[in-house]
């Protein structure tokens, strides 16, 4: 069996410990489970992944997202491109405080979809008007990106206490 140039390459990257996650990126997501889409014979079957993840700068906001992920042959050895389909619910899980500024569009999120080019990115904005974050999920390429995105809401409400709430826009960096 002959393996091709970028098969071989990819494989060699995996081994040598390119996993999904960007340096960047300061926390794994949780699996909360996975499901099988398609069956494969002999290699791993193509999934539907969820994984959780807590806002790293916004106390009390975690997110789920679903994305595809390959299996057959280049699934098996993390080298396969994934495509952009990606879900995102955001909810306020807990009481919200900010543990610093925040920016309009900023990186809550990030992780590698193929083995160079590709990642998908959550980001976060604040809707100063109803006191509502909102959290963008797509993903881009070196060259070109795609259209398909997912987009989520969190209300910032009271927790538990009389206390109100914290604004948002109090925390934009201007």
């Not at 494989?11 to 340096?23: F, I, Q």
């Not at 619910?89 to 990186?107: L, T, Y």
């Not at 990030?110 to 909102?134: A, Y």
């Amino acid at each position: 069996m002959r393996i091709g140039p970028r098969l071989a390459c990819g494989a060699l990257l995996a081994m040598l410990g390119a996993g999904w996650m960007t340096a960047a990126n300061a926390q794994e997501p949780d699996l909360i489970f996975k499901k099988s889409t398609v069956w494969k014979f002999l290699t791993p079957d193509h999934k539907l992944a969820t994984y959780a993840v807590d806002d790293p700068l916004v106390e009390g906001v975690a997110c789920h997202f679903t994305v595809p992920e390959k299996g057959g042959v280049e699934g098996m050895f993390g080298v396969a491109e994934e495509t952009s389909d990606v879900s995102l619910a955001c909810r306020q899980v807990g009481p919200i405080s900010f543990k610093g500024d925040i920016q309009q569009g900023g990186e809550m999120f990030r992780q590698r979809r193929s083995v160079f080019f590709k990642k998908m990115q959550i980001v976060r904005g604040c809707d100063e008007k109803r006191n509502v974050l909102v959290y963008l999920v797509y993903t881009d390429k070196l060259v070109e990106g795609s259209p398909k995105n997912s987009t989520s809401t969190v209300p910032i409400m009271p927790w538990g206490t009389t206390e109100p709430a914290p604004r948002c826009g109090d925390y934009l960096q201007r």
